[in-house]
């Protein structure tokens, strides 16, 4: 049986069975299938491009046109297979818009440094996705060309704010996809849509070309269906980058996960992450992950991160400030779109403003210039900055006893589409485990832990900064005994 309005293949001939089929596999091994002359690119181009033009979720804003794929170098490492990239990625002559009305039809002249690794590595632009408007939300509901839905439930949010490339990932429309979280917009996606998704360790991967949120926190990463596909993907995304100077790269190229046991590992369960607030079928699941773990070899023990509940009311403080400075560029001259505005130049900026930003952008702004202003500084953006550090100080006392450290990614399984509109708070509760590691700056991962409701629940790894091998070999291991199927369709509803 089908799940609540998802698209489930129908009767084809032979020859369009065979092509569908080659889309059900994961990346790596269409990869593996491509570069053994099993498989041709170009079908299995034209085959994503083709679901992605009939996209049912609003997962995309712009999807390539039909064709020839772009051409590959003779042995790059992605063989060919297509990526769907984050709105607010630079993409030279495509529109790059962040989701909002102010950069309607802009076409950057660059490409962004981590959509060009990928290119070269083989894995060509195939569309963009959607998202909440220059990243802010945890909902899609923020994007000004409407929402996404959630590929497991078209009446839920697929979360946010890079929910079009989890939707896309999880309706299996793109094989893989990247986006950035700043202070969840990975992790929570990924959960709410059963898929894995990696927030790296802050300058693993260049910020050049990605259209600025926050921009000590912002952060790309993968979208996959499985953890060998992140290992994948994040390995040709990562790197140093003259242009960003906040980029160091990674200590050891990304090996490829290959770990069956934990044995030996020493998870920590942050009580303060892990209790009040968090739906009880989400916690039942994190239960059942950590029983696994164990099964595995793992020890399981809890551990304190006693400054993590002040994490949210720093992130509102420091993120929209660094927003109200990043997005003060947007004035109707130099980008998108201009308001038709009669009277000077000051006018012309400030009716552009009004009409271009969506309301949850014009919060930002304004929370972010106050907590800014001269007299207001040190009591809110310098006492944020603080907390920030005991934060980090919290994660770095844990790391001497534990090799990672265990959360559920999100406190709920994705919720009704206009059920958190209403109330800013309750939907910037959902990021309460996410925010922590973003302030922190250290990976995290979200890997489907199993169902509640019908609908996925999702369990984070993070681990010390530059641990992605160690946190991807782990994720790798649980994800193999949890044996989720990232498939929406083959669940019965
Ligand atoms: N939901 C959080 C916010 O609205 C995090 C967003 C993000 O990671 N880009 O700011």
Request: hydrophobic share 40%.
């Amino acid at each position: 049986m089908r799940p609540r309005g998802s698209s489930a293949p129908g009767a084809a001939s032979p020859s369009e069975r065979s092509s569908r089929s080659a889309l059900t596999l994961t990346a790596a091994a269409a990869v593996a299938r491509i570069r053994a002359g099993e498989l041709d690119a170009a079908e299995l181009w034209e085959g994503y491009r083709a679901r992605a033009a009939a996209d049912e979720h609003n997962a995309y804003t712009w999807v390539a046109d039909g064709g020839d794929p772009p051409a590959l170098g003779a042995d790059a490492p992605l063989g060919g297979v297509p990526v769907a990239v984050k709105d607010l990625f630079c993409t030279e002559g495509v529109p790059s818009q962040a989701g909002s009305k102010i950069l309607e039809g802009y076409l950057p002249p660059y490409t962004a440094t981590s959509v060009e690794n990928l290119a070269r590595a083989g894995a060509p632009l195939l569309a963009k996705t959607n998202q909440d408007e220059f990243a802010m939300g945890s909902s899609t509901e923020n994007s000004a060309y409407g929402p996404t839905l959630n590929p497991w439930d078209v009446t839920r949010v697929p979360g946010g704010s890079s929910g079009g490339s989890a939707a896309a990932v999880a309706a299996g429309s793109a094989p893989w996809a990247i986006g950035t979280d700043t202070g969840g917009s990975i992790r929570q996606p990924a959960a709410l849509c059963g898929i894995v998704g990696l927030k790296p360790t802050y300058g693993a991967v260049s910020r050049y070309g990605m259209i600025a949120f926050a921009s000590s926190l912002d952060q790309a990463g993968p979208f996959t269906r499985d953890v060998t596909d992140a290992a994948l993907l994040f390995g040709a995304m990562a790197g140093q980058d003259p242009c960003d100077s906040t980029s160091v790269g990674l200590p050891a190229p990304v090996a490829l996960p290959s770990r069956t046991d934990l044995r030996g590992v020493r998870l920590g369960v942050p009580e303060e992450l892990t209790g009040e607030g968090i739906e009880p079928g989400v916690l039942a699941s994190f239960h059942g992950a950590l029983d696994v773990a164990r099964e595995l070899g793992a020890s399981v023990e809890p551990c304190k991160l006693p400054h993590a509940p002040h994490a949210l009311s720093a992130y509102y403080l420091i993120a929209p400030a660094e927003a109200s400075s990043n997005l003060a560029r947007y004035d109707g001259v130099r980008y998108g779109f201009r308001a038709d505005a009669a009277g000077d130049l000051l006018h012309m900026y400030t009716e552009t403003r009004a009409q271009g930003f969506g309301a949850e952008v014009k919060r930002r702004i304004m929370l972010g210039t106050y907590a800014l202003s001269s007299g207001y500084y040190d009591a809110y953006y310098g006492r944020a900055q603080k907390v920030r550090t005991r934060i980090r100080e919290d994660f770095d006392a844990a790391w001497e006893r534990f090799d990672f450290v265990v959360t559920p990614t999100s406190p709920t399984v994705a919720f009704a589409l206009g059920a958190k509109t209403a109330d800013p708070l309750s939907m910037y509760l959902n990021d309460f485990c996410a925010v922590p590691m973003s302030l922190a700056g250290i990976p995290g991962i979200s890997i489907p832990s199993g169902l509640s409701e019908g609908l996925p629940v999702g369990l984070q790894i993070a681990g010390p900064a530059f641990s992605e091998n160690a946190l991807l070999d782990a994720a790798f291991a649980l994800e193999r005994a949890i044996g989720f199927d990232a498939a929406p369709w083959r669940h019965v509803a």
